[in-house]
């Protein structure tokens, strides 16, 4: 049974059993590599997309939830928060192995877009769930206070 | 899709076991006398009463200990938190993640309770999900409560949500999220009293008034 939503702004439809979760629909048929299997348990945050704005887990997502919504990668984003987010996180150089990255850059696109000046705590409750064990949370942090700073001008 | 794997008993044991020592558990820390206690409250009697004669005495609210058994165990009472904090397990820790009750109850940015919990359980994973998955609000916390503070909680229709008694059996008997406690998936062990004994106590309860106990 087809199921069709949109990708990054484009209408897409795929003719995969409709339980496939999300992630696998976006890799393996989209061949949109940028979202990262990292554990396939929602303990990690690696696969993070946006869905109808909001950050989930393309893991735990199913292509059956995802009819008629609207599915934004890393490949997609754009406008100022997630410009100011990209450029801070070059700017500080925050990756290390970068696995986790695209996981991390969505949550923080996720944050700012809600709350553009976030506090630290904000931070902690928001980022929690991207986990980095190249450990690279304190420039994360200063990322996304650079990138505030910038949404702010 | 309905976790439909037929269980083995001994996880059900183990709750049923743990359920009663902690049921002992109580009992032994109400009726202890402490050193501070013993200094101004002389000879105070250790009740012996057994539960079964205490249950007799409905007027005193003993129609709500089953129910109370119920909302007490870790697939009720994880979501009824009296902080910001959902739990998890048996144990009842604190969800992994920092995961928090948000503004809504729905969690906070980024961590909405739905970027993880479907409308079903998610039998690859082990994540649990259920429609509507959600915190209970702060007005609903029970965890800690005794019998007395916990009936007089869930009764309140200012707390509530407005329910009528009427309503609360009504939520209890046939919500979805509600009925998610008796089949959890995964490992996780299921509310110990079946689902329809429950709702058999529940209304033997509501049908004499609702009466809660004094402590």
């Given at each position: 049974m087809p199921t069709s939503f949109k990708v990054n702004g484009q209408p897409r439809t795929l003719e995969v059993d409709p339980e496939t979760p999300l992630l696998w629909a976006i890799r393996?048929?989209?061949?949109?590599?940028?979202t990262k299997f990292g554990c396939?348990?929602?303990?990690?945050?690696?696969?993070t997309v946006h869905l109808d704005g909001e950050a989930v887990r393309s893991c735990q997502i199913q292509v059956r939830d995802v009819a008629s919504r609207n599915v934004e990668t890393i490949e997609g984003i754009k406008g100022n928060v997630a410009a100011a987010v990209q450029a801070a996180w070059i700017r500080l150089d925050v990756a290390q192995c970068g696995y986790c990255q695209s996981g991390q850059v969505m949550s923080a696109v996720g944050l700012l877009s809600q709350i553009p000046k976030p506090t630290d705590d904000d931070i902690n409750k928001a980022m929690d769930g991207n986990v980095c064990r190249c450990a690279t949370y304190q420039r994360i942090r200063a990322a996304i206070h650079e990138a505030a700073k910038t949404i702010s001008g | 899709m309905v976790h439909k794997r037929i269980r083995s008993f001994a996880p059900v044991l183990v709750a049923i076991i743990a359920v009663m020592a902690a049921a002992s558990a109580v009992s032994v820390s109400k009726n202890q006398i402490t050193p501070a206690n013993a200094q101004t409250a002389p000879a105070t009697p250790l009740k012996t009463e057994a539960p079964e004669n205490a249950a007799a005495k409905s007027d005193d609210g003993a129609l709500f200990k089953p129910v109370a058994a119920v909302l007490r165990h870790p697939r009720c009472m994880n979501c009824h938190p009296r902080d910001d904090h959902p739990r998890q397990g048996d144990d009842r820790h604190k969800h992994l993640q920092n995961i928090v009750r948000g503004p809504d109850g729905l969690g906070f940015v980024n961590a909405r309770c739905n970027a993880c919990h479907r409308d079903e359980n998610n039998e690859y994973s082990g994540v649990p999900g259920a429609p509507t998955w959600h915190l209970a609000p702060l007005s609903q916390g029970w965890q800690g409560l005794n019998d007395a503070d916990l009936c007089t909680t869930l009764i309140d229709e200012k707390r509530n949500g407005g329910k009528n008694i009427e309503a609360l059996v009504e939520h209890m008997a046939h919500d979805k999220l509600v009925l998610w406690g008796w089949a959890p998936g995964g490992d996780r062990a299921p509310v110990s009293t079946p689902h329809p004994q429950f709702v058999t106590e529940l209304k033997a309860w509501a049908s004499a008034g609702a009466p809660c106990p004094k402590s």
């Open positions: 393996d048929e989209l061949k949109l590599t940028g396939g348990v929602a303990l990690c945050g690696a696969c | -």
